[in-house]
């Protein structure tokens, strides 16, 4: 990535470069991932626990949780996971749009999706610290669009990135990779310390959002916002640094 090309003009970004050696946990890169890792956690754990049984960055759940509602079963909601999935699919289409004009510039794009999230996890904040936010009402619906918005722009940068098993927001292939590529399965294990990694930090922020809704809905909201914060401000020089 850091090459120069013919004429002195700055060598083509090299995406499938940079996806392969982020496969280590060494890499800036992967270390960035896991913490967005982390942060799902977190935002799921105020979507589900404290807004009415709903996720925000984990769309296959809600897409069955949907399924449940319009039956009737559970007393699961409905409105919810259509609000949830609009603004994701909004965000994602957002986030698809930012990655097709400015993906070959890639600290660029990573600055400004941060910056997308951390906004909107921001206002989510402080909306929940000024409101009294419930489920199944308007206040609270307001919140999971925000957030389900952020992980949809996220989602689709982190696509576009394509680092194996760090999608920062579901883990079903990652587990399936650890298991069905495991020495026990007859595989080499290759990749297990990057899978396991992933798997712990998503637990380690769904463990820390549920405490900390114990006290607050706004702090694993500032959280979030924070480490994505940090994840921008330490990341991003990173990657202007390995691109010049």
């Known amino acids: 990535m850091n090459e120069t090309a013919a004429y002195g003009q700055p060598a083509k970004f090299d995406r499938e470069a940079l996806g392969r050696a982020a496969r280590s946990i060494q890499h800036p890169l992967a270390r960035a991932l896991l913490v967005l890792t982390f942060t799902t956690g977190l935002v799921d754990a105020v979507s589900y626990l404290g807004l009415g049984r709903v996720f925000t960055a984990n769309m296959t759940g809600n897409i069955v949780f949907l399924g449940f509602g319009i039956a009737g079963s559970g007393g699961l909601p409905v409105v919810a996971p259509l609000v949830s999935l609009g603004a994701f699919l909004i965000g ?33 904040a402080v909306l929940a610290a000024a409101v009294d936010i419930r489920p199944n009402a308007a206040s609270g619906d307001i919140v999971i669009a925000l957030l389900a918005f952020a992980m949809g722009v996220r989602n689709a940068t982190v696509r576009r990135l394509g680092v194996p098993d760090l999608t920062t927001t579901v883990l079903t292939m990652t587990l399936t990779g650890l298991a069905a590529e495991s020495p026990a399965a007859g595989g080499s294990g290759k990749g297990t310390v990057r899978r396991v990694a992933a798997v712990v930090a998503m637990l380690t922020g769904a463990l820390a959002g549920a405490l900390l809704l114990n006290t607050s809905l706004v702090l694993p909201l500032v959280a979030a916002a924070g480490l994505a914060l940090v994840t921008w401000l330490v990341y991003v020089p990173a990657a202007r640094r390995g691109a010049s």
Do not use: F, N, Q, T
């Open 92 to 124: 994602a289409g957002g986030g698809g749009v930012l990655a097709a004009r400015m993906g070959d510039r890639h600290p660029a794009h990573i600055a400004r999706a941060l910056a997308v999230e951390v906004s909107l996890l921001g206002v989510a």
